[in-house]
């Protein structure tokens, strides 16, 4: 029997479980399964927490989406995984380092109960996101189904693609969404984000996920839209980014410098299951 806590951050959702203290075996049809919001206990990602592998960290963090595949990088999963660890009494401290697949994150507990993360450097080589082209641009295009698609793309330790559009609520995210998720063009799929631009300092997203389709919000798809708009000139470096589930507060002060992103976290139940 394995214990977990359902969480989530702004309403992407969360099956987070104690591997240091539990050995759970799952294997990605497993964690289909338990994705699954009818026959399982249903969720966006399942985050393991396991013992550090770096001598400075305090712990180290696995991400799954609810199709079954291991990613690298998750900002809402990061903010839920430092409230677990508090919460499971496995640290008392107010910052936290974390091991990913994808390098640190450095998590800090701020007075008002939030959670600001350190989700490190953006990437915008081509290779790094990855995409293929042959070299960096502000603007890429990609056609599918007769049409062809503008969008900036940077890798926040996952790959992330964002349109801009005048009406996010009015936006094709499932449709376009599926088609881009998965085009040749990202050779690991990629996080497609339809942004829209409010003020200088206001943005509204949605993001169809990869691996897990439109999710009420996306914490590392945030900080990829306010890094394309602010490369852009269109936001300034302190940002809002409205999700359907809430808003996020991003800061970016350039190329070189990480992303700061700060969010809730919340607890929803606790259960148990058999795998
Ligand atoms: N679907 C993402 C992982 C979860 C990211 C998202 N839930 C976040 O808050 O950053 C990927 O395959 O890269």
Redesign the pocket.
């Known amino acids: 029997m394995i214990h977990f806590t359902k969480m989530h951050?702004l309403g992407?959702d969360f099956v987070v479980i104690d591997a240091i203290r539990q050995t759970p075996r799952l294997e990605p049809e497993t964690i289909r399964r338990l994705a699954d919001r009818h026959f399982g206990i249903g969720f966006?990602?399942l985050l393991l927490v396991e013992k550090p592998v770096s001598p400075n960290a305090d712990f180290k963090y696995r991400?799954f989406?609810a199709d079954g595949?291991e990613?690298s990088?998750?900002?809402?999963?990061a903010r839920c995984f430092a409230r677990f660890v508090r919460d499971q009494g496995l640290t008392d401290k107010d910052e936290v380092c974390v091991d990913t697949d994808a390098g640190q994150l450095l998590l800090k507990f701020d007075s008002d109960g939030q959670i600001t993360v350190n989700m490190g450097i953006p990437r915008h080589h081509p290779a790094e996101v990855p995409l293929l082209a042959d070299q960096e641009a502000s603007s890429y295009q990609a056609s599918a189904n007769g049409e062809t698609y503008a969008f900036g793309a940077v890798s926040m330790g996952?790959?992330h693609a964002v349109l801009q559009v005048d009406n996010v609520e009015a936006a094709p995210v499932a449709a376009v969404g599926r088609l881009l998720e998965s085009h040749p063009f990202f050779p690991a799929r990629a996080?497609i984000g339809f942004m829209q631009i409010m003020d200088r300092e206001h943005i509204k997203l949605r993001v169809y996920?990869?691996?897990?389709a439109e999710?009420l919000?996306?914490?590392?798809?945030a900080c990829a839209a306010a890094v394309i708009a602010i490369e852009h000139g269109l936001v300034d470096r302190h940002v809002q980014v409205q999700l359907p589930g809430g808003a996020l507060k991003i800061s970016w002060a350039g190329r070189g410098e990480p992303v700061l992103m700060t969010g809730p976290a919340i607890s929803v139940f606790e259960g148990t299951i058999e795998p």
Do not use: H, L, Y
Request: hydrophobic letters at 15%; glycine letters at 24%.
């Open positions: 951050g992407n966006d990602q991400i989406n595949s990613v990088q998750c900002g809402n999963g996952n790959p996080n996920e990869r691996g897990a999710t919000a996306c914490g590392s798809g």
